[in-house]
């Protein structure tokens, strides 16, 4: 028999490139591949690139810089390394990556990881392997199921995609190039791949798309389904403890996912809903097609929905004409709601957007000043919400022991961390912890009932926030 082939795959960027990691690791694990944690050693390696922002598409060339270090180095002792380039920056710059980088012997866009076994083989031959292409042929249907050992590997929080690309167009944004066009994918298909994941211990599933809350997915019904029927369906399988989707746009929020708040103890009660700027001026600028008052109202609804319900959010700053006043706009927007958590950007030019044309670029030192006034901001939102769980009983789902001995970790329905001294044996259930203490954005605290028996499996889950 052949020695297993050495795969070590580097991702970048979002959850989806996570999630596709997985499912090429999956598809060449068919080949004889096995996944090293070293570059060094391996037979391929994948850099599965972000384009979002310049400096998430920079980092490749300089990645790549010392990868062509490595494969010289295996040459010289003998071994074949190829070096494949996958995700968005492969979907943009196709050839190009070639032309900057020779080392590179095959280039992969997202919508063509089932044909990697092909391209290897193309490589193989010493030929450049290219495929950018959007392929009529749906990679789902080709990808391989994750093996029995490949999902209990990953620990019981799972993502998976049940939508990909964006039909929005905002003007900063390269996803619906990279990406494509909306495309959701069947709703028996993901019910029989969540299915698989909770028959092998998942708990917790985050299902996600670029656009996830555009999901119209063929129903077996033959009707088209919306988001919230979808989790409807998936928190009837067994085993599946908590649900939970990203990323959502504003606009594409429906009364299914509202009642699906109302209704589904396993849904979480954290939204990530960017909103990118609290001014009405730069949201038309860059095409969110939804005003500042729009988005207070679908916070509303939510919070109408469903008690307790928490928010995080994206932010640009420095967007092409913003004006100090739209960024006090912004800032009080993010006061007016009191975010959970929110992550927040400089604007960067994208090549190939609208907005990359736009003229009125606002300096480096504004841009600098603006981010760092609103992290602060957020910071203080974050910590107030972290504080907030200090004695009160809440419930987590344990994941794994941690790096502390004897410590066991696990997440509330806030997606905070928080450590108990427990037996390593609740790891996949939700047991309520007395919260005592916030160490920086980790929760400490007790398990608030004795742990308990591990007999019989599958171990207690108790459901809901
Ligand atoms: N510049 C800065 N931030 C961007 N994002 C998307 N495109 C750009 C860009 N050109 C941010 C948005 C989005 C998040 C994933 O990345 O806030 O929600
Ligand atoms: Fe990009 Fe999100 Fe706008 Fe789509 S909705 S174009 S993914 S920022």
């Known amino acids: 028999m052949k020695p297993p082939r050495k795969l070590h795959i580097k991702s970048y960027g979002c959850q989806m490139n996570v999630y596709d990691a997985q499912r090429m690791a999956d598809t060449l694990g068919g080949e004889g591949f096995i996944e090293t944690a070293r570059a060094d050693d391996a037979d391929l390696v994948v850099l599965n690139t972000c384009h979002i922002r310049e400096k998430a598409s920079e980092k490749v060339y300089s990645e790549l810089g010392r990868l062509r270090l490595l494969k010289e180095q295996a040459a010289r002792e003998g071994r074949n390394m190829r070096i494949a380039v996958a995700g968005c920056v492969a979907q943009a710059e196709g050839d190009e990556i070639i032309r900057r980088a020779p080392t590179v012997d095959i280039v992969v866009g997202p919508q063509s990881y089932h044909h990697l076994p092909q391209l290897l083989a193309r490589a193989a031959r010493r030929e450049h392997a290219i495929e950018t292409e959007f392929p009529a042929d749906d990679k789902f249907a080709h990808l391989p199921p994750p093996k029995a050992d490949a999902i209990r590997a990953r620990g019981i929080s799972a993502f998976v995609t049940v939508q990909e690309g964006c039909d929005k167009f905002c003007t900063f944004c390269v996803v619906p190039y990279t990406r494509g066009a909306e495309v959701s994918r069947p709703v028996a298909d993901l019910v029989e791949e969540v299915s698989r994941l909770a028959d092998h211990g998942v708990r917790e599933l985050t299902l996600i798309g670029q656009n996830v809350n555009a999901y119209h997915g063929e129903g077996p019904d033959g009707t088209s389904w919306p988001l919230g029927k979808l989790l409807h369906r998936l928190a009837e399988i067994p085993g599946i403890a908590r649900l939970r989707y990203s990323t959502s746009h504003p606009n594409d929020v429906d009364a299914s996912l509202i009642e699906a708040h109302r209704d589904l103890p396993a849904l979480m ?97 504004d841009m600098d000043q603006r981010l760092a006034r609103l992290q602060d901001l957020i910071d203080h939102q974050q910590s107030a919400f972290n504080m907030a769980a200090i004695g009160t009983t809440v419930d987590v789902l344990f994941e794994r022991a941690a790096r502390n001995p004897g410590q066991v970790v696990g997440r509330t329905a806030y997606l905070q961390p928080a450590h108990v001294m427990a037996s390593p044996d609740i790891v996949g259930s939700v047991l309520p912890v007395r919260i005592e203490s916030l160490e920086r954005y980790s929760l400490l605290g007790e398990l608030a009932l004795p742990a308990p028996r591990t007999e019989p499996k599958p171990s207690p889950i108790s459901i809901g926030a």
């Open 269 to 365: 009660p954290l939204v990530h809903l960017p909103v990118q700027s609290g001014s009405d001026r730069i949201l038309a600028a860059m095409n969110r097609r939804h005003s500042v008052r729009n988005y207070l109202d679908v916070i509303d609804r939510f919070r109408t929905a469903r008690q307790g319900i928490a928010f995080s959010s994206d932010f640009i700053v420095g967007f092409p004409g913003e004006r100090e006043e739209d960024f006090a706009a912004t800032l009080a927007l993010v006061a007016q709601i009191g975010y959970a958590a929110a992550y927040s950007f400089k604007y960067s030019p994208r090549p190939g957007t609208p907005a990359a044309e736009l003229a009125e670029m606002v300096s480096a030192s």
